[in-house]
Structure formats: structure tokens, C-alpha cells
């Protein structure tokens, strides 16, 4: 398995792994593929990684900013899906790890995601790799007339942001 930069030409590849985490009920409120415009319109353009075997892309990861003001510009939006044939290979930890290190060379201080309970996957990889929890947003959205609760998870840099 290699890791990369994401590039264009993977958005069919990007685009199927999403729509399997759409199809769970459990990954994002999201209810379909946006075009690769949109995507890349709301991604940040560092950070954006992709993990390869012999050509297969196995699992991608982004982030997004979570505000458009400039003391939040540290921050940014978790974003990891695994291709379900890879569940279970470490693909999440790498992109992860990678992602980690990615943010603090661009100077983000804190990654956030907001996890559907049910996603008890995403919830221990995210412990694994050194989230902690902070708290519930509950009946936060709805999906599908079903109002969902989100449970936040952030990582503050060790190296990144401390005085």
C-alpha cells in the first residue's frame, strides 16, 4: 500500500468509495455524490490523500474548513472513507496518520470530525489515532426524516498552535 496526493483523474475512484459510505445510513448526511466541482469547491487543496494498491485506490481522505473566519483557519474537517473491500487493513490509520502530519505542515492546530453513533468504526479509529471525545450534538440533522445525533471528536497538535 502507497499513500499520495489525490489527483483528478481519481475522482471515479473517490466518488464510488463515497457513495458506499453514503449508502450506510451511518458516515454522512449527505444523500448523493456531488460533482467534483462542488467537492472540490468546500475541500481544503492540501491534504487531500488517497491510499494505492497496484493501482486501487482503497480509501481517500480531505479536509474542509470549518469556518470562513480567519481566527477558525487552524481548524479544519475530518473527512476518511475506506472502500468496503479494504475494511479491516489498516487503509484508515494510514490515511489518518498521513493526514495528521499533512495538516500540521499547513499549520492547522485542531481536526474535528462529527461521528454518527452508529459509525463504531470511524469512533475507534479515531481514538486509535489520538482524537479525544468532546461532546453530542443531538438531533442535530435529519436523514431520511430520522433526526440524528453527531458525536464530536478533535485533535489538538502537539507541535502545531502551543505557545
Known sequence: MQIRETQVTDWDSVARIYAEGIATGYATF???IPTYEAWDSVHL???RIVVVDNN???GW???SPVSSRCVYG???EVSVYVAKEHFGKGVGKMLMHHLI??????GLWTLQSGIFPENEASIA???KVGFRYIGK????GQLDGVWKDNLLFERRSKTVGID
Do not use: F
Open 45 to 47: 487543496k492540501a491534504c
Open 30 to 32: 449527505e444523500k448523493s
Open 137 to 140: 450534538r443531538e438531533q442535530i
Open 125 to 127: 479509529l479515531h481514538n
Open 101 to 106: 502530519l499533512e495538516s500540521e505542515k499547513i
Open 61 to 63: 481522505a480531505a479536509l
Open 56 to 58: 486501487n485506490i482503497m
Open 74 to 76: 487552524g481548524v479544519a
